[in-house]
């Protein structure tokens, strides 16, 4: 059972825009930076977002975070086939380790 | 570029220990931590700790503690992560991942081995 509560499923068309959640507590979300990562099938996990809202180079606008309280959430506008991947919610919790979420399937139709 | 580079995959008897490494190129290899985060198959994301390769200082994750051992050769860029008294759920591949030391950094991790899978079976 993940600390971080991600929905296990996602999914959108080409073009539209898709959020996924990430509710967590007090001591992780609600005292921490949020970050993202994305997960093509069979390989390592790649950096999307970090300190909340922060892309990395190389990351199209296209992925946006936020957070708000103990809950935060990735968007992905303009939809691509190339976006089918899983999706992680991470945070510092304070007890003293890093957090994942259950990762969120996203599919596109 | 920056690379992370892992050793193959292994497969132990449970009670056994394994031992991975993890050799970086392309950036000053003390100037960044080291994570270590392993996936069960199918399943999700799972935080072991980290070294700091310039110190050899460590932080574990609770749930590891006693069981896994992180060390690092400078002279070699070169990382390693040692798991001992293997359980069948131990099955799962290992990814090292490196992140800045710096304040509100430490705790993301910007590039990733291809991982290491470690199949525990009798």
């Known amino acids: 059972q993940s600390v971080l509560t991600q929905p296990p499923s996602a999914s959108g068309t080409p073009g539209q825009r898709v959020t996924i959640s990430c509710s967590g507590s007090s001591s992780n979300i609600g005292s921490n930076y949020v970050y993202w990562y994305q997960q093509l099938p069979g390989t390592a996990p790649k950096l999307l977002i970090y300190r909340n809202n922060q892309r990395p180079s190389g990351v199209p606008d296209r992925f946006s975070g936020s957070k708000s309280g103990t809950s935060a959430s990735l968007a992905i506008s303009g939809l691509r086939s190339e976006d089918e991947a899983d999706y992680y919610c991470?945070?510092?919790?304070?007890?003293?380790?890093?957090?994942f979420g259950g990762g969120t399937k996203l599919t596109v139709l | 570029q920056v690379q992370l580079v892992q050793s193959g995959a292994e497969v132990k008897k449970p009670g056994a220990s394994v031992k991975v490494s993890c050799k970086a190129s392309g950036y000053t290899f003390t100037g960044y931590y080291m994570h270590w985060v392993r996936q069960a198959p199918g399943q999700g994301l799972e935080w072991m700790g980290w070294?700091?390769?310039?110190?050899?200082?460590?932080n574990y994750a609770q749930k590891f503690q006693g069981r896994v051992t992180m060390t690092r050769d400078t002279s070699i860029s070169t990382a390693y992560m040692e798991l001992s008294r293997l359980r069948s759920d131990d099955t799962a591949v290992y990814y090292c991942?490196?992140?800045?030391?710096?304040?509100?950094?430490?705790?993301?991790?910007?590039?990733w081995g291809q991982g290491t899978l470690v199949t525990v079976s009798s």
């Open positions: 991942a490196r992140s800045s030391p710096d304040y509100g950094d430490t705790y993301y991790f910007d590039y």
């Open positions: 991470a945070a510092w919790d304070d007890s003293l380790r890093v957090v």
């Open positions: 070294i700091n390769p310039n110190s050899g200082g460590t």
